[in-house]
């Protein structure tokens, strides 16, 4: 049973930083895709970054580029999403997302929610102004 458990939410003012982390557990797969996700009230769930466990190729999607950082422990299995530079924007729930990787994934299949079996749930983002 993969279990998805997030933290590290919270409210700052413009400009500031949140790491958020994702404690990933009950998988020993190969092929494995892990990504962050955020839903704004009244708006889909988007793609923010993505991560392949087995080749560490990383997607972003362009609003967080040069903002926000995907990492991970390998010995802890945890996932981190650094932010910086918030903006009001970025308020959303976040979401850390799993599942198995397409061969040759492309971006746009990286960041797509269609793409994940396993979902955390969720920790709230409120960036103000």
């Known amino acids: 049973q993969v279990q998805l458990v997030e933290s590290g939410g919270g409210s700052v003012q413009a400009g500031g930083s949140l790491t958020l982390s994702c404690t990933a557990s009950g998988y020993t797969y190969s092929n494995w895709c892990m990504g962050w996700f955020r839903q704004a009230p009244g708006k889909e769930r988007e793609g923010v970054a993505s991560l392949d466990i087995d080749d560490g190729y990383i997607h972003y999607a362009d609003p967080v580029k040069g903002r926000f950082t995907i990492s991970r422990n390998d010995a802890k299995n945890i996932l981190y999403l650094q932010m910086n530079n918030l903006k009001p924007e970025d308020t959303a729930m976040y979401y850390c997302?799993?599942?198995?990787?397409?061969?040759?994934?492309?971006?746009?299949?990286?960041?797509?929610?269609?793409?994940?079996?396993?979902w955390g749930q969720g920790t709230q983002v409120t960036v103000s102004s």
């Open positions: 997302a799993a599942g198995f990787c397409r061969i040759d994934m492309t971006p746009i299949q990286a960041l797509s929610v269609d793409e994940y079996h396993y």
